[in-house]
């Protein structure tokens, strides 16, 4: 499977990449609508940026206590119903005099949501494609985030021209029940992978067990901190340049959706580990720019090729998949996910909450220098092969 024809012609391929992008595009509109409704209310810079990625904490309680239900749930079922659930939530926040206070309480429900659909998705992508495809089928997917991504804020843009921040949030909320709409319809039915009940107690033994091994520590860590403290650094867009931050954003997703493009469908599969290092500082290193606040051009230069980084998660999320045996990926993936999310919402918060004392600027190259940083004292640990460290086929205790 060589090609992104070969994936579209696995059975249920499809519907899968069809939900993941109007899900995506729904969460990237309601995003955009979130930020400016935010800023404009309040005009502060940390709040503006909690509102776009503060749900991410939310999702740290899925990844410790409902995680497993990402192995033990059937995957149709489940996505659908995930999707529905963001759809209605999105359109609670359309509502006419909704309070600050109450608009995060609500963000914090969707991103619980939010968690679980991760894990669920990707566990269901472990089932329908060869081991060597993963690759290629998740750098499809990650492209489809980068295509829909520049099509949602260029949607939102005009949305919240036409229309107001409430209006194009309801647009948000039409385009998640549209995603579980294709969930329900286009995927046919499979069994959950691992036997068992859902419950707090089967999501923390295996996640003991997944962050006992230290090659996988590693490879979690690598995937969530550089970046989660880059994704700070676009939570301060709408602060550092109001005018031009939905072109920012989509700059962003073209850089992602060209490096997802070249590493799962023209780097050859021999050069992935040699290119992993240097992709992984490509993600920060352009950000330290916004040290001599730069033009807007030079701005978008540097947002668009420091985006190319995030195709390293590519080989990391191989190497995870590599490390954990079958009927844990889910969860796995699903951990990986939702606390990558989490360090999002944590870089969100740390950059705005030092933009709100210094300056977006300043901010954002603070927070690309300390991605740089735990980046090179990560490096020593992802050195080695990972079929040598740990074998995938251990059992892992349920």
Not at 166 to 182: H, N, Q, S
């Amino acid at each position: 499977m060589r090609t992104y024809g070969d994936l579209f012609r696995v059975p249920q391929f499809a519907p899968l990449f069809a939900s993941s992008a109007a899900q995506t595009m729904g969460t990237t509109v309601s995003g955009l609508a979130l930020g400016t409704l935010v800023y404009a209310a309040t005009g502060s810079p940390l709040l503006s940026a909690l509102s776009m990625f503060g749900s991410s904490f939310a999702q740290v309680v899925g990844a410790t206590a409902l995680m497993s239900a990402a192995d033990r749930l059937p995957p149709r079922a489940a996505l659908a119903v995930l999707a529905a659930a963001l759809g209605l939530g999105t359109a609670v926040l359309a509502l006419p005099g909704l309070p600050v206070w109450a608009l995060f309480v609500v963000l914090l429900g969707l991103g619980l949501v939010a968690s679980l659909g991760g894990g669920v998705r990707q566990g269901l992508l472990t089932e329908l494609l060869p081991e060597r495809a993963y690759v290629l089928g998740r750098s499809v997917l990650n492209a489809s985030v980068g295509v829909t991504q520049i099509c949602g804020f260029a949607l939102g843009g005009l949305l919240l021209d036409a229309l107001s921040p409430r209006g194009t949030l309801l647009v948000a909320a039409a385009l998640d029940l549209a995603a579980a709409l294709i969930a329900c319809l286009g995927l046919g039915h499979r069994p959950p992978r691992a036997a068992g009940q859902p419950s707090v107690a089967a999501t923390w033994r295996v996640n003991v067990r997944l962050w006992s091994s230290a090659p996988r520590r590693y490879v979690f860590l690598a995937l969530w901190v550089p970046n989660g403290l880059i994704v700070g650094c676009e939570a301060l867009f709408v602060p550092y340049a109001p005018g031009h931050a939905a072109l920012l954003f989509a700059l962003a997703a073209a850089g992602m959706l060209a490096g997802d493009v070249l590493v799962g469908r023209v780097v050859p599969a021999r050069w992935r580990e040699w290119l992993a290092a240097p992709l992984r500082l490509l993600l920060a290193v352009p950000y330290l720019v916004f040290f001599l606040h730069p033009a807007p051009v030079l701005a978008a230069v540097a947002v668009t090729v420091a985006s190319v980084g995030y195709a390293a998660s590519l080989m990391l999320q191989e190497r995870l998949v590599a490390l954990t045996p079958p009927d844990a990926r889910g969860q796995a993936l699903g951990l990986n996910s939702s606390a990558m999310m989490t360090m999002q919402g944590v870089g969100a918060a740390l950059a705005g909450a030092l933009a709100q004392h210094t300056s977006p600027a300043l901010a954002m190259s603070v927070m690309a220098a300390a991605s740089v940083l735990v980046t090179l004292c990560l490096a020593p640990g992802l050195r080695s092969d990972p079929a040598r460290q740990e074998p995938a086929s251990e059992p892992v205790a349920l």
